[in-house]
């Protein structure tokens, strides 16, 4: 029996990863303001080039994240506040076990619930009011947009997806 063939230390090294580490180290405006700190604690004088250096840097760092900040804010707006028993939450493989339970303790709070399930809810008892099941297999992407369509005639527009099937929609991007 051959061993297996040990893989290269950088082949998970990516550039995500790297911009991650960056900006959660040294492109960090906490991390950025201690250079300027430490400076000064070593008594460098206030119009020496390292000072001044590390204080633009401190700054630059700074005023990049303000700007995130507020590109954010200007792209999404301000938070809205939610009143779960005005929205509608879709959960996947809500038939039984974890699913189920989920599905049951967001209609206890009053929150509209639908279930998409193989099995339909076969079993399931007795649909609450703010609990609705559709039978659908979440692998197909045309059964998936037809059932789609009538949750959102009969319930309304989803709010959140939660999916406790076991299953994840690559192909199939839905707008909540």
Known sequence: MASPTPTPWHTHLTLDTLLLTLHRSLLHPFVASI?????????APLLSPSFLLSCLYAFTVSLCWILAGVNKRAA??????????EEVVVVTGGGRGLGRCVAEMLGMRGVGVAVLDLDGGEGRGE?????????????????????????????GRALGR????GCLLISLVWVL
């Open 76 to 85: 999404y707006g301000k938070a809205r506040e939610v009143d779960w028993e």
């Open 127 to 155: 649909e609450g009011a703010s609990v609705r099941v559709w039978k659908c297999d979440v692998g197909d992407r045309e059964e998936v947009e037809r059932v789609w369509g009538e949750v959102v005639r009969d319930v």
């Open 35 to 43: 250079f300027p700190l430490s400076l000064r604690a070593l008594a």
């Open 162 to 165: 939660i999916e406790l099937d």
